[in-house]
């Protein structure tokens, strides 16, 4: 299939993406996931697509347009996981959050980049900390020191990430600010 892989985040700043990537070290270290390292923390608005690299710039506008006009909080609270294969950080939702994805999956599927039924799974926030090689058995040990943890932080969501696949790794193209 022609086209590169991209994706849409709300990527956080500094300090709180660094105190993430630590935490996804961690479980890369301790329990050997490594997978949420392809890519910088964040949670995610659109699933991975294919698209046409030309088109990049199009969807930079579609996607500046749906920008809400001002900043909002996002709070990082505690653990959870999927199954037994995932591992994350959970993210309180907030009505912010639920009209931005919503706003962006109406306006990837009637710009015609994804198809106009999208994923239908509801939205769950979260930031990964291990997905897809995370053992069964890494999982329970994972779970165990995660599970009871504190984590609790907060960062200004003041941009939409849009991010692209090269070599292997998963690389921000371009940030849209809020309110421009």
Known sequence: MPGSLYYIALVPGEPVSGRIRKLQQEVAGTFHSRHALKSPPHITLQMPFRMETGRQRALEKLLQRI?????FTVTLNGFGHFGNRVLFIAVRDSQALQGLHRD???????????????????????????????????????????????????FEADAISLLRQRDGKWHIESRLQFGE
Request: aromatic fraction near 10%; charged fraction near 15%; proline fraction near 11%.
């Open 67 to 71: 920008c809400p006009d001002r900043p």
């Open 104 to 154: 962006v999956h109406e306006g990837l599927g009637t710009g015609g980049f994804v198809p106009a039924s999208g994923d239908q799974r509801p939205f769950h926030p979260h930031v990964t900390l291990a997905s897809r090689d995370l053992q069964p058995g890494a999982f329970n040990r994972a779970w165990a020191h995660f599970g009871t943890a504190g984590f609790l932080e907060q």
